[in-house]
Nanobody
């Protein structure tokens, strides 16, 4: 059983930056593809991005491409989401996800974190 704990959320002004972290425990981190999703109030959960097991492949949603960067440190069992040029529409609860096979926009994941709130003020 893998546990995922997100941190780093908060309130930031538009144009600002935040870095989210997701610490994993209870499994062999390097064997999991990792990803980030978000859900705004009243909206469906939305794929943000994903990273392969080794970290050499990343994919992003079009709405965040060029502004957000996903990275991972397999020695620290942690995946990161660096968010720059934040916009009010980025406001959401951000969730970390892990899957033994793949994280993609249309797939579910094996494990989910509890989420961390990101609020971007205009």
């Amino acid at each position: 059983q893998v546990q995922l704990v997100e941190s780093g959320g908060g309130l930031v002004q538009a144009g600002g930056s935040l870095r989210l972290s997701c610490a994993a425990s209870g499994g062999t981190f390097r064997t999991y593809a990792m990803g980030w999703f978000r859900q705004a109030p009243g909206k469906e959960r939305e794929f943000v991005g994903a990273i392969s097991r080794s970290g050499d492949i990343t994919i992003y949603a079009g709405s965040v491409k060029g502004r957000f960067t996903i990275s991972r440190d397999n020695a620290k069992n942690t995946v990161y989401l660096e968010m720059n040029s934040l916009k009010p529409e980025d406001t959401a609860v951000y969730y970390c996800a892990a899957d033994k096979v793949v994280i993609s926009p249309d797939s579910d994941a094996d494990y989910w974190g509890q989420g961390t709130q990101v609020t971007v003020s205009s």
